[in-house]
């Protein structure tokens, strides 16, 4: 069953604005990635945010995680049309790198230049 | 490095037809795994590997088998297609260890439509 919920499920914006992406997940994590895909192509990975984590940057990104609410939410500023994709959260219970990463349903973000 | 290579791009198969969905990475990852995409339903495991000889079963496995005899290739069978296996199978795969410095790498994908 999935883990992670996202929402929206589909977010339009214009270019130069933010868009926020929220998820929720169930059961507790080591860590909570991020990933972007693009129309017809494999999964890409973003940003990994540790459980003992708050807060993390990486050029226009920034991920929240609160483990607390089991919700982490992924910003992007100052958007360009080439940001849209879809993104997905997926968490990951194990810290050996044996266990699969769980993943939820996505966020279609469309961006209007 | 080539990454993930997944092949065939795109499959057509007829109801109780078989076939193997290749994927191999170049990276000695010892970690593999299977997803299907389905149009809401996100990503969902169908099986995964933590090193040769070593299989294990996600949240869909039934219909799709797997095998792993070298850390390169992790093969994905389709015994009998039926019309719910059509979908997008993504191949990815990611070093042990910590897996706070080893993100999942995925292949392209190979679309598969059941008739």
């Known amino acids: 069953s999935q883990q992670g919920e996202e929402d929206p499920q589909a977010l339009s914006i214009q270019e130069g604005e933010n868009a926020t992406m929220n998820c929720s997940y169930k059961t507790s994590i080591n860590n909570l990635q991020w990933y972007r895909q693009n129309s017809g192509r494999g999964l890409v990975h973003l940003i990994l945010?540790?459980?003992?984590?708050r807060e993390k940057h990486s050029g226009r990104l920034r991920v929240t995680l609160d483990t607390s609410k089991k919700s982490s939410s992924l910003l992007i500023t100052a958007s360009r049309a080439a940001d849209t994709a879809s993104y997905f959260c997926?968490?990951?219970?194990?810290?050996?790198?044996?266990?699969?990463?769980?993943f939820g349903k996505g966020t279609r973000l469309s961006v209007i230049a | 490095n080539a990454g993930v290579t997944q092949t065939p791009k795109f499959q057509v198969l007829k109801t109780g037809q078989s076939m193997t969905l290749q994927c191999a990475q170049d990276?000695?990852?010892?970690?593999m795994s299977w997803y299907r995409q389905d149009p809401g339903m996100g990503l969902r495991l169908i099986h995964y590997?933590?090193?040769?000889?070593?299989?294990d079963q996600g949240e869909v496995p039934n219909g799709y088998n797997v095998s792993r005899s070298t850390t390169e290739d992790f093969p994905l069978r389709l015994l009998s297609a039926a019309p719910s296996q059509t979908s997008v199978y993504f191949c990815?795969?990611?070093?042990?260890?910590?897996?706070?410095?080893?993100?999942?790498?995925f292949g392209n994908g190979t679309r598969l439509t059941v008739t």
């Open positions: 990276m000695n990852h010892e970690y």
């Open positions: 990815a795969s990611r070093n042990r260890g910590s897996s706070y410095n080893s993100p999942l790498h």
């Open positions: 945010i540790r459980s003992n984590e």
């Open positions: 997926a968490t990951d219970p194990g810290n050996s790198g044996n266990t699969p990463l769980v």
């Open positions: 590997s933590v090193g040769a000889g070593i299989t």
